[in-house]
């Protein structure tokens, strides 16, 4: 259930998989923090890594199948559908914030539909590999991986090749300030729980900015985006999940 849940949470603790530690206790910043430098996503771009936006914990984002949105809301969350549509491949830098307030950074590469990859910088052994119909989550240190289904984390949202959210998703809150347009995204399933993906875009240049996932225990993690890179050609190698040289362990 552990390894279902972190999945689940899109990378939400994968810096920590092969450590022993206690369930950190939600320890936030305020939303008046700095928010992340940005612009648009160009070659050769060189950004600061940015300090992510963490949401406030005691939101209470509506949830009810008869939820209802304006002209406008439905005009932003287009927007966020068609931006994510239009990627075929995005490489960049990240920096990850865990629900106890820590750090760690690293590389991601995706290549559309279903291929990702997350590199996290040492001394995390943690790689993340999704092949377009499995993710693992592999231990460089321990050689040893846990292998989902694509179809049962939020990375697939991310990883489609085209998406509608208001279509494809359940949409559960969409607004707008001057910096960002958000879109939270629910699911509930029978045996996990309920949990959400926030998704964040830049107000002025519609890129990606971070996404943060809300695990069915309520914790938050963030992964925060910059140096985006849109035009790199990928070794389809990358992609591939190692079943040779990684041990799979057995479920239980």
């Known amino acids: 259930m552990a390894g279902v849940l972190l999945v689940t949470a899109v990378t939400m603790t994968v810096a920590s998989v092969a450590q022993t530690v206690p369930v950190p206790k939600p320890a936030p910043k ?34 009810s199948i008869f ?3 304006d002209d406008k809301q439905k005009a932003q969350a287009a927007k966020v559908s068609a931006y994510l549509s239009s990627l075929s491949t995005l490489v960049g830098n990240f920096v990850q914030v865990g629900p106890d307030g820590s750090k760690t ?9 279903g291929k990702m990859r997350v590199e996290y910088d040492p001394p995390s052994p ?17 050689a040893t991986q846990d292998v989902y289904p694509l179809s049962q984390t939020p990375l697939r949202f991310l990883l489609s090749d085209r998406i509608d959210l208001m279509k494809d998703t359940n949409v559960v809150n ?43 225990q309520g914790y938050d993690t963030t992964f925060a985006v910059y140096n985006l890179d849109t035009t790199k050609k990928l070794d389809p190698n990358m992609f591939k999940i190692d079943f040779t040289n990684y041990n799979v362990p057995s479920p239980g």
């Open 30 to 63: 305020a939303r008046d923090a700095a928010p992340p430098s940005g612009g648009p996503a160009i070659t050769g771009a060189t950004q600061a890594p940015p300090n992510p936006i963490i949401p406030d914990p005691r939101r209470n984002v509506p949830s």
């Open 67 to 69: 939820q209802t949105f």
């Open 105 to 113: 950074q690293g590389d991601f590469y995706i290549q559309k539909p």
């Open 126 to 142: 943690i790689d993340i590999v999704a092949d377009g119909s499995s993710v693992v989550v592999r231990d460089r240190k321990l």
């Open 174 to 216: 969409v607004s707008a300030d001057d910096l960002f347009i958000s879109v939270t995204i629910e699911e509930k399933q029978a045996l996990v729980g309920t949990s959400r993906l926030l998704l964040m875009l830049g107000a002025k240049d519609g890129q990606l900015k971070q996404w943060t996932v809300t695990d069915p």
